[in-house]
């Protein structure tokens, strides 16, 4: 996360941060469901989220090669329209026009569109965001997408060029206030960076390679994200919650990842501890019976999901729970304890 | 055939040394055995990062129900002779067990086991095959449906099914009263239960077997 000098719009305190693909999130709240993005307000953690829906958004007039301006307002459009097609989740957003801004210029204007940044070179695009740190109030938020990649809008993808919409899907999830899923396998090559196996979340970090289109599709763990930040109808009343703590030697665990499997309809959810109790929540369940795993964050880069001074513990070997977790409708599970040991 | 039996069963008089007690009601009660029966397989999968994408096995899970017992009691109406109505409540207290294991970071595989109650309530059309009464134990066969409810962790998860089952068993009346209590016996039978609905991990009916012993007295 970079911090720019905080600036003062009519009486509140706004901050300027930025999220990129693979950059820091702040930790939510523990009693927080899911890892959020926030920022600190004194000694608390505020979760960020649009007090006013729908979002307004514009598209630059300016498109990139292989790509029109239509053609990537278009996809922006298909992308908007996959978070707001979740039943579950109040978030909506509309197309306010094109404009000529450019995103991160500082006007009022939630602008999506094109910039040059080469210096970014493992950067795909990135979300900034103006917000009141006293409330958490997303007032502003811009994405651009780097044009040092090759970029597509083929309905199919096309080989060797990224697929914008599902760019576009990942980084309106962090315009929406979520921060990055853990739920994906990687491996180390020999440049040391990491390239995804698998993932089962459009949130993970690092995206698939060029020509996927797999991220223009929701997973269980985004829809459960999304519900949580802005919950549609009955969405407390009819999904529940996991929670419990991650312990090694009896001492909590900061950031282990903890994903829930449902048995009935094989989907996986997953958060993070987030205090020193090693304290974690996983909310957006449907009733059911889960088993629950627990692993270190290995698979990317730890400021991809934490601020720099976190002290994630990676030092534990995976492990399944030996007891089912039962989610009852519109409640919470009994709280389980996860015991994990060093490796 | 099996109808031309059957009608001859209704309607042939039984010996005098094997016959029940003439009768309205039934009442029953006693022990249950339940089968167990396999839930199936459970992998939790991520898409895989290549073209044409692909399911990639983080870890899996095998999920059976276990064998119990439990207790049943069942009330009968006797049409006629032969054929009654029957209304019965079963329950029993299974375990659920979740066999985890190929994950792909080896986490090590693990057994979880948790128990839940099930309640069952079915009716069945039941009938008594007196000319078929061999040594004072008296033949039946039983058919029906019902509505089964399982409860986890303390009711806060409740899945609800049906269940159809056919069975059979012998019916031996030890003794027999006056005007009010007509008889007193034991009944031993089993059944086939195909259960659809419930908690499940594949959406298919699973089948399994259940073995009854009762009391039963006649009014």
């Known amino acids: 996360m970079r911090r720019a000098a905080g600036r003062r719009i009519a009486g509140r305190s706004v901050r300027w941060l930025s999220v990129a693909l693979a950059t820091t999130l702040v930790a939510s709240d523990p009693a927080d469901a899911y890892l959020k993005l926030g920022v600190r307000a004194g000694d608390r953690l505020v979760t960020l989220r649009w007090s006013q829906l729908p979002v307004r958004y514009f598209v630059s007039d300016t498109g990139a090669p292989g790509v029109s301006a239509q053609q990537f307002r278009e996809a922006i459009d298909r992308a908007f329209a996959t978070w707001q097609a979740v039943p579950t989740s109040s978030f909506a957003a509309t197309f306010a026009g094109f404009t000529s801004a450019r995103p991160q210029d500082e006007d009022d204007m939630n602008v999506l569109g094109f910039r040059a940044r080469p210096e970014l070179e493992r950067v795909l695009a990135a979300t900034t965001f103006t917000v009141d740190t006293r409330t958490g109030e997303i007032v502003e938020s811009d994405i651009f997408f780097n044009t040092t990649f090759q970029w597509s809008t083929a309905a199919a993808g096309e080989t060797g060029r990224f697929d914008l919409e599902s760019i576009a899907v990942h980084e309106i999830g962090h315009l929406l206030g979520l921060g990055h899923s853990a739920i994906g396998e990687t491996e180390l090559q020999p440049t040391g960076r990491r390239r995804v196996i698998a993932a089962s979340t459009v949130m993970f970090p690092i995206a698939f390679s060029a020509g996927s289109t797999e991220d223009r599709r929701l997973k269980p763990d985004d829809i459960a994200g999304a519900s949580d930040i802005y919950p549609e109808g009955r969405f407390r009343s009819e999904f529940g919650s996991i929670s419990g703590t991650v312990t090694k030697n009896g001492t909590g665990v900061f950031g282990a990842h903890v994903v829930a499997l449902d048995l009935r309809r094989g989907h996986l959810v997953g958060n993070f501890s987030l205090d020193d109790r090693g304290s974690f929540a996983i909310a957006g369940l449907e009733p059911g019976l889960y088993v629950l795993r627990a692993e270190p964050l290995d698979d990317a880069d730890i400021d991809g999901f934490f601020e720099p001074a976190a002290r994630v513990d990676v030092d534990f070997r995976p492990v399944v729970l030996d007891r089912l977790v039962v989610v009852p409708r519109g409640g919470g599970s009994a709280r389980v304890d996860i015991r994990v040991t060093p490796k | ?219």
């Not at chain 2, 001859?8 to 008089?13: G, N, Q, R």
């Not at chain 2, 990639?56 to 129900?65: E, H």
């Open chain 2, 1 to 219: 055939m099996l109808a031309a039996v059957l009608g001859a069963c209704v309607l042939w008089p039984a010996s005098s040394a094997a016959q029940a007690p003439r009768r309205r009601l039934e009442v029953s009660g006693g022990a249950l055995v339940q089968g167990g029966y396999e839930l199936g397989t459970r992998e939790a999968t991520l898409v895989r990062n290549q073209p044409g994408g692909g399911s990639f096995t983080l870890f899996r899970t095998d999920s059976r129900v276990e064998t119990a017992a439990g207790a049943e009691l069942r009330v009968a109406y006797q049409l006629t002779r032969a054929l009654a109505a029957e209304a019965g409540l079963t329950w029993i207290r299974p375990a659920l067990r979740i066999r985890t294991s190929g994950d792909a970071e080896n986490a090590p595989a693990v057994t979880a086991r948790d128990r839940f109650s099930q309640y069952t309530i079915e009716g069945s059309i039941v009938l008594h095959l007196e000319p078929l009464a061999v040594g004072g134990a008296i033949p039946f066969v039983r058919a029906g449906a019902g509505h089964l409810r399982q409860l986890f962790d303390a009711n806060t998860l409740v899945e609800t099914g049906r269940a159809y089952h056919i069975g059979g068993g012998l019916t031996f009346w030890t003794g027999r009263g006056g005007r009010r209590l007509r008889g007193w016996g034991l009944r031993g039978d089993g059944r086939l239960y195909v259960l659809d609905g419930a908690f499940e991990v594949r959406a298919r009916p699973r089948m399994y077997g259940a073995a009854g012993a009762a009391v039963i007295v006649a009014f």
